[in-house]
């Protein structure tokens, strides 16, 4: 669709935007914004199909008028109108992506017929509303500065505007004259005392609108135990959670008064056995007792129900098999909700467990093979179970909730980042969620008729409850130590492994310069980032760059030549990169607009590459530094990625620990054909270099972490020597000279965990 074809359509209402073709302008709350005539086609043909989901084909071919194009275009245009319409990746309230199928114009179109006047004022409100004027501090510019000058300066210049009164004016002229003035007087001084009011009005909402909302944390644990499970008894006073404990009998249910911080810890009288312990603690309705998942040697897995007023414990059922703990009550006390594997569709079900008789009801199974429904949760009136179905396909955690008399799913929002938890909110009407390992972890919270999210606060945790009667949170806080380890190799064999860093408070994200001489690293004091480098020999520790509190780094990378260095900084919903010139001194922020993070560069320097969100895709971008064009190369969520010599990518998905690798082509457009890189399922961080690819695993020998290395044009591996590298899946943590005999990696040096209640203060 050309310019020329866009200006002939009539204007249009989407929602409450108007936009006018004859002036490329969406218009809203008399806020103008001029778009491109390529994404005013877009939306033109959006529009004419409001409703019916176009193809990416339909789309090119309509507006660029060939398919010989990149999707690109496309997706760059849409994702610019989305900020025109004030919609994100996240909030897709007017342009909807439909997964592998194309997009959706969500809300009602209202065209101008050519009959009607074409005048743009047609599609404004009528009436406007006046804007108060505030400094960049919202404070209100008083009306006191409105001066009795100021007054008479107004109505001198409305006298002088107004008709002069001839000599010859009859008597009656002069006087309805006057009278005029007097009104218009009158009138002026009404409306200043109203702006004055509404001014001062104005100004309270402004400072009282958006309250800033603070949380006050009250420890009930400050001690090396490990806790998980948390919940909250019906009256709010009391907290259940699993716990490991010092005397070495395994993991128990601890029984906690959150007034006075006295414990009970339930035990299910198997003390004699250390192997033992009990998870996922859930009170009755009527806090009278407390349902857990008991696991020994002996009886395998049961779900014990223990009476807090007798001390008692008894067996209700063996647990179903399943590969999660989760254990809920009913509102009526008749049912007890944990998970199901289902053997066939290999699936995580829910099931349903009398409490009366202990046998089983499975609900219907999720349709999609997947991990299942996780860490169900009952609805306050139990006609709903609220769920989280982890898609790995899809790299998404859906919210959604489970009918307990179908077995239906209904979705309600979709995360790109893994949720765990999920709880109701006292009315019903929204649910509460735990983010976690992410740069948005925290509670969130979900309405479950507008479907709109809302981040509460930040926390690091795995656990979460919502105690609906006193509008308190409770949660297991997280406190994790890292720290730079090297490991040194002699050449007689001998190993040496020690922390890098002994003055640092906490590490990570080890990166060796090309020329082995300095490390670049990143470290976290009071919770603020800061990019480092360490010269191996002399020790000495340079302060590149630090960020804001609310900003976090990772993935430092540096140049072929280690002239260059470049950093991400993650931020929620935000993430940019900045290189540095380490020999000039200088910085820069890596041009676009989009989300940009995990920034490299090819051994031979030739080219450059990213990892860009592309309208709500995550994409690894190339560019020919040489030529400055771009291209896509992987469109998939991915933890980590290297291209060495610029023709093989290596890649790993999102929620797997393999490694693929993808030779690409820069002559032809055909897709290009992934192979497994590294097929072990224990695969826990890699790096890769020119032929070669370093990767720390499980030896299958000894049951140590050991550092492997795979000759990529052979495929033969050699396991060279213990690393206690960090188990994650997040980014890069270890980092190994070219010839492998020293590693620089992550070790987690401390965790611990406390239970927390938190109220809104």
Same mark, same amino acid.
């Given at each position: 669709?050309?310019?020329?074809?866009?200006?002939?359509?009539?204007?249009?209402?989407?929602?409450?935007?108007?936009?006018?073709?004859?002036?490329?302008? *969406?218009? +809203?709350?008399?806020?103008?914004?001029?778009?491109?005539?390529?994404?005013?086609?877009?939306?033109?043909?959006?529009?004419?199909? &409001?409703?019916?989901?176009?193809?990416?084909?339909?789309?090119?071919?309509?507006?660029?008028?060939?398919?010989?194009?990149?999707?690109?275009?496309?997706?760059?245009?849409? @994702?610019?109108?989305?900020?025109?319409?004030?919609?994100?990746?996240? &909030?897709?309230?007017?342009?909807?992506?439909?997964?592998?199928?194309?997009?959706?114009?969500?809300?009602?179109?209202?065209?101008?017929? @050519?009959?009607?006047?074409?005048?743009?004022?047609?599609?404004?409100?009528?009436?406007?509303?006046?804007?108060?004027?505030?400094?960049?501090?919202?404070? =209100?510019?008083?009306?006191?500065?409105?001066?009795?000058?100021?007054?008479?300066?107004?109505?001198?210049?409305?006298?002088?505007?107004?008709?002069?009164?001839?000599?010859?004016?009859?008597?009656?002229?002069?006087?309805?004259?006057?009278?005029?003035?007097?009104?218009?007087?009158?009138?002026?001084?009404?409306?200043?005392?109203?702006?004055?009011?509404?001014?001062?009005?104005?100004?309270?909402?402004?400072?009282?609108?958006?309250?800033?909302?603070?949380?006050?944390?009250?420890?009930?644990?400050?001690?090396?135990?490990?806790?998980?499970?948390?919940?909250?008894?019906?009256?709010?006073?009391?907290?259940?959670?699993?716990?490991?404990?010092?005397?070495?009998?395994?993991?128990?249910?601890?029984?906690?008064?959150?007034?006075?911080?006295?414990?009970?810890?339930?035990?299910?009288? +198997?003390?004699?056995?250390?192997?033992?312990?009990?998870?996922?603690?859930?009170?009755?309705?009527?806090?009278? &007792?407390?349902?857990?998942?008991?696991?020994?040697?002996?009886?395998?897995?049961?779900?014990?129900?223990?009476?807090?007023?007798?001390?008692?414990?008894?067996?209700?059922?063996?647990?179903?098999?399943?590969?999660?703990?989760?254990?809920?009550?009913?509102?009526?006390?008749?049912?007890?909700?944990?998970?199901? /594997?289902?053997?066939?569709?290999?699936?995580?079900?829910?099931?349903? *467990?009398?409490?009366?008789?202990?046998?089983?009801?499975?609900?219907?199974?999720?349709?999609?093979?997947?991990?299942?429904?996780?860490?169900?949760?009952?609805?306050?009136?139990?006609?709903?179970?609220?769920?989280? +179905?982890? &898609?790995?396909?899809?790299?998404?955690?859906?919210?959604?909730?489970?009918?307990?008399?179908?077995?239906? /799913?209904?979705?309600?929002?979709?995360?790109?980042?893994?949720?765990?938890?999920?709880?109701?909110?006292?009315?019903?009407?929204?649910?509460?969620?735990?983010? =976690?390992?992410?740069?948005?972890?925290?509670?969130?919270? *979900?309405?479950?008729?507008?479907?709109?999210?809302?981040?509460?606060?930040?926390?690091?945790?795995?656990?979460?409850?919502?105690?609906?009667?006193?509008?308190?949170?409770?949660?297991?806080?997280?406190?994790?130590?890292?720290?730079?380890?090297? @490991?040194?190799?002699?050449?007689?064999?001998?190993?040496?492994?020690?922390?890098?860093?002994?003055?640092?408070?906490?590490?990570?994200?080890?990166?060796?310069?090309?020329?082995n001489k300095s490390l670049a690293f990143i470290s976290t004091e009071s919770g603020v980032d800061s990019l480092w480098i360490r010269t191996i020999d002399t020790r000495a520790n340079l302060l590149l760059f630090q960020v804001k509190d609310n900003d976090k780094l990772s993935e430092p990378t540096w140049s072929s030549d280690g002239k260059q260095l470049l950093v991400s900084i993650l931020n929620k919903g935000r993430s940019r990169m900045v290189q540095f010139d380490m020999e000039l001194g200088n910085s820069i922020l890596f041009d676009s607009t989009n989300n940009v993070k995990?920034?490299?560069?090819?051994?031979?320097?030739?080219?450059?590459?990213?990892?860009?969100?592309?309208?709500?895709?995550? +994409?690894?971008?190339?560019?020919?530094?040489?030529?400055?064009?771009?291209?896509?190369?992987?469109?998939?969520?991915?933890?980590?990625?290297?291209?060495?010599?610029?023709?093989?990518?290596?890649?790993?998905?999102?929620?797997?620990?393999?490694?693929?690798?993808?030779?690409?082509?820069?002559?032809?457009?055909?897709?290009?054909?992934?192979?497994?890189?590294?097929?072990?399922?224990?695969?826990?961080?890699?790096?890769?270099?020119?032929?070669?690819?370093?990767?720390?695993?499980?030896?299958?020998?000894?049951?140590?972490?050991?550092? /492997?290395?795979?000759?990529?044009?052979?495929?033969?591996?050699?396991?060279?020597?213990?690393?206690?590298?960090?188990?994650?899946?997040?980014?890069?943590?270890?980092?190994?000279?070219?010839?492998?005999?020293?590693?620089?990696?992550?070790?987690?040096?401390?965790?611990?965990?406390? =239970? *927390?209640?938190?109220?809104?203060?």
């Amino acid at each position: 669709m050309t310019k020329d074809i866009a200006t002939k359509e009539p204007s249009f209402s989407i929602g409450n935007y108007a936009v006018l073709p004859s002036r490329n302008l *969406v218009i +809203h709350e008399d806020k103008e914004t001029l778009i491109t005539p390529k994404m005013l086609a877009v939306l033109i043909e959006l529009a004419k199909h &409001q409703g019916e989901t176009l193809s990416k084909e339909q789309l090119l071919l309509a507006v660029w008028g060939t398919l010989h194009t990149s999707d690109m275009v496309l997706s760059r245009a849409i @994702s610019d109108l989305r900020k025109v319409f004030s919609d994100s990746a996240r &909030q897709q309230h007017t342009i909807e992506t439909v997964t592998k199928q194309g997009y959706r114009l969500k809300q009602s179109v209202a065209w101008q017929h @050519s009959e009607e006047k074409r005048d743009d004022e047609t599609l404004l409100p009528k009436t406007k509303v006046p804007e108060t004027k505030v400094n960049e501090n919202y404070d =209100v510019i008083p009306s006191q500065q409105l001066s009795t000058e100021s007054l008479t300066s107004i109505l001198t210049s409305v006298d002088k505007g107004a008709t002069a009164l001839s000599p010859s004016d009859p008597p009656m002229v002069k006087t309805n004259n006057m009278k005029k003035r007097f009104v218009l007087f009158i009138f002026i001084v009404a409306s200043l005392i109203f702006l004055a009011f509404f001014i001062t009005s104005n100004k309270a909402i402004l400072l009282t609108a958006e309250p800033t909302i603070t949380y006050d944390n009250n420890y009930l644990t400050l001690d090396d135990d490990m806790e998980r499970n948390v919940r909250f008894s019906p009256n709010g006073k009391y907290l259940a959670y699993a716990s490991n404990l010092r005397a070495n009998l395994g993991q128990r249910v601890k029984l906690q008064s959150i007034t006075n911080k006295s414990l009970i810890t339930i035990s299910a009288a +198997h003390e004699d056995e250390e192997t033992s312990y009990d998870i996922a603690p859930t009170f009755s309705p009527d806090g009278n &007792q407390i349902a857990y998942k008991h696991f020994s040697k002996s009886t395998g897995c049961t779900i014990n129900v223990y009476t807090i007023k007798e001390a008692t414990v008894k067996t209700l059922t063996e647990c179903p098999m399943s590969k999660t703990d989760a254990l809920d009550w009913s509102p009526d006390g008749q049912y007890l909700v944990t998970n199901i /594997f289902n053997y066939i569709k290999k699936i995580e079900s829910l099931v349903l *467990v009398s409490t009366d008789t202990g046998k089983n009801k499975t609900l219907l199974a999720p349709s999609e093979n997947a991990s299942g429904y996780l860490w169900p949760r009952f609805s306050p009136d139990g006609n709903s179970i609220a769920v989280v +179905h982890f &898609q790995p396909n899809n790299n998404l955690w859906v919210i959604g909730l489970v009918d307990t008399l179908s077995g239906e /799913f209904t979705e309600v929002t979709s995360s790109g980042e893994e949720v765990s938890q999920v709880v109701w909110s006292e009315a019903g009407n929204s649910l509460y969620y735990l983010i =976690v390992r992410s740069q948005e972890q925290g509670i969130w919270q *979900v309405g479950l008729n507008s479907k709109e999210t809302t981040f509460l606060v930040e926390i690091n945790s795995s656990s979460l409850d919502y105690d609906r009667k006193n509008d308190k949170f409770a949660y297991i806080e997280r406190e994790a130590q890292y720290n730079i380890w090297r @490991s040194v190799q002699g050449v007689d064999g001998e190993l040496i492994s020690a922390p890098f860093l002994k003055n640092m408070p906490q590490t990570n994200y080890p990166t060796l310069a090309p020329d082995n001489k300095s490390l670049a690293f990143i470290s976290t004091e009071s919770g603020v980032d800061s990019l480092w480098i360490r010269t191996i020999d002399t020790r000495a520790n340079l302060l590149l760059f630090q960020v804001k509190d609310n900003d976090k780094l990772s993935e430092p990378t540096w140049s072929s030549d280690g002239k260059q260095l470049l950093v991400s900084i993650l931020n929620k919903g935000r993430s940019r990169m900045v290189q540095f010139d380490m020999e000039l001194g200088n910085s820069i922020l890596f041009d676009s607009t989009n989300n940009v993070k995990m920034g490299k560069w090819s051994q031979d320097g030739l080219f450059m590459y990213w990892y860009e969100e592309i309208d709500d895709v995550w +994409h690894v971008m190339e560019k020919n530094l040489s030529t400055a064009q771009q291209r896509i190369i992987l469109s998939h969520p991915i933890a980590q990625f290297d291209i060495i010599d610029g023709n093989n990518l290596h890649y790993q998905k999102i929620g797997t620990r393999k490694v693929h690798t993808r030779l690409l082509d820069h002559l032809t457009s055909t897709k290009p054909k992934d192979k497994m890189l590294l097929p072990t399922v224990n695969t826990f961080t890699w790096d890769a270099h020119l032929g070669v690819i370093y990767y720390a695993a499980d030896s299958s020998v000894k049951k140590l972490k050991m550092l /492997f290395k795979m000759d990529l044009s052979s495929g033969l591996v050699e396991e060279l020597y213990p690393i206690e590298v960090m188990d994650t899946e997040e980014s890069r943590t270890l980092s190994v000279s070219d010839d492998g005999r020293t590693a620089y990696y992550t070790k987690l040096d401390k965790y611990r965990t406390d =239970v *927390v209640v938190m109220t809104q203060e």
